[in-house]
Structures are given as C-alpha cells and as structure tokens.
C-alpha cells in the first residue's frame, strides 16, 4: 500500500502542479508556454527524489504500462499503480475545480488545463502524443536500466518531460499521460471530455512502441 500511496501522492501533485500552471498562466507565447512545461518537468523531478525510492515515481499508467512490459513490474502491482495514479489524477483535478469554482481563481484554458485536439483533430492529435509519449517513455527504460544511472534519473526524466512539452503544448496541451489527462478533464466538462479518450489511448500505444525499440535495438542482451 505504501508504493500504492506514493503514486497517488506524485499523480496529485504532478496533476495540482503542471495543470494548475496552465490554468493560471495560460500557454501563450508570451512565456506561459515554457513556464507551464517546467511546471510539468519539475513536478517529475521533486517527486522523483520523494517517492522514487518507494514506488519508483511512475506517476503515470503510460511508465507504468513499458515497466510492466518490460517485466520490471508485476501485473498485480500495474493495476495498482494505475488505479493509484487516476485516483491521484481526479484529485488534482477536483483541486483545481474547487480553485475555480468557488475561490474564483481565473482560469486561463477554460478547461482547467485539459487536453485537446485543437485544429490537429483527431487524427492528427492522436499521432502527435504516440510520437510525444514514445520519446518520453524511451527515456525512462533507458535512465532507469541501470544503477550508475539511477542518482540522475529523476533530472533527466523531468527534463524530458520539459522537452516534449515545448513542442506539445502548442499542438494538443501535451498529455503522455493517460491519468494526467483524465483527471482534469472529469471536471472540466463534456468538451473536454469528448476527446479524452485520445489521450487516454495513444499515450498507451505511444509506450508499447517505445518498449518494442528499446527491447529490440537498444537494451543490452
């Protein structure tokens, strides 16, 4: 239960923290954009020397989904980390909501930092975050492979994270992250909602992908 607690607490805090930015600032070229990418990334790299040595900071049924491929996880402990990370995701989310609803905070996306599809559509938005989870999950099988990389894991996974949000956020708000993507956009209402299910899919598929290459071309036998 503990590694169970752990990733209810980093989902929470990566949900409060990256989609609280986008909601207070906004995404706009004007810097809000970068901001609310570091948001993200530093969330990941706080909670990574927090809960890292409990539950290995997955924070993310994505990360979860390649270790459980990988075999660095097992299937009981996969459906509890996911259940732990969408349990701390509508936390978040339901943060954020009262923030809005009835402290009267201003709401820069009108959708409580949501994801969407935007003018990619469909189509376009659910390839965009394949490609966007893809590179972020490639990075954490190889960082987190091996013991002399484990003291610096947290910083580059949160870098990473950084790095696909400069590109994503202008394109889909950028989710690589099922949980992430469904807790706010449970009370954000039925626009957000009517989309979510790419961001909920593609990430998956997006860490599928990124095992495969990794088990095929780059972990050493």
């Not at 900071?57 to 009981?76: E, G, W, Y």
């Not at 484990?150 to 949980?179: D, E, M, Q």
Request: hydrophobic content about 60%; aromatic content about 10%; overall charge neutral.
């Amino acid at each position: 239960m503990r590694k169970y607690l752990a990733e209810v607490i980093g989902t929470f805090v990566l949900v409060f923290m990256g989609c609280g930015a986008a909601m207070l600032l906004g995404v706009g070229a004007e810097g809000g954009h970068l901001a609310v990418a570091f948001a993200f990334g530093l969330s990941i790299v706080a909670m990574a020397y927090v809960i890292g040595g409990v539950s290995g900071c997955h924070i993310n049924p994505a990360v979860s989904l390649s270790m459980f491929l990988d075999k660095r996880l097992s299937a009981k402990d996969f459906v509890g980390y996911v259940i732990a990370q969408v349990v701390g995701a509508i936390a978040g989310g339901a943060l954020l909501f009262l923030m809005v609803e009835v402290f009267g905070v201003a709401d820069a996306t009108g959708g409580l930092g949501s994801n969407a599809v935007g003018d990619l559509g469909i189509g376009g938005a659910f390839v965009v975050e394949i490609v966007l989870t893809f590179i972020f999950v490639l990075t954490i099988l190889g960082v987190t492979a091996k013991e002399k990389t484990a003291n610096v894991a947290g910083l580059v996974i949160g870098l990473t994270l950084v790095f696909v949000h400069i590109v994503g956020i202008p394109l889909t708000g950028t989710s690589v992250n099922p949980a992430r993507s469904l807790g706010p956009a449970i009370f954000a209402g039925s626009a957000a909602l009517t989309d979510v299910w790419v961001f909920l899919l593609a990430p998956l598929v997006g860490a599928v992908l990124a095992v495969v290459v990794y088990r095929f071309f780059v972990k050493v036998k």
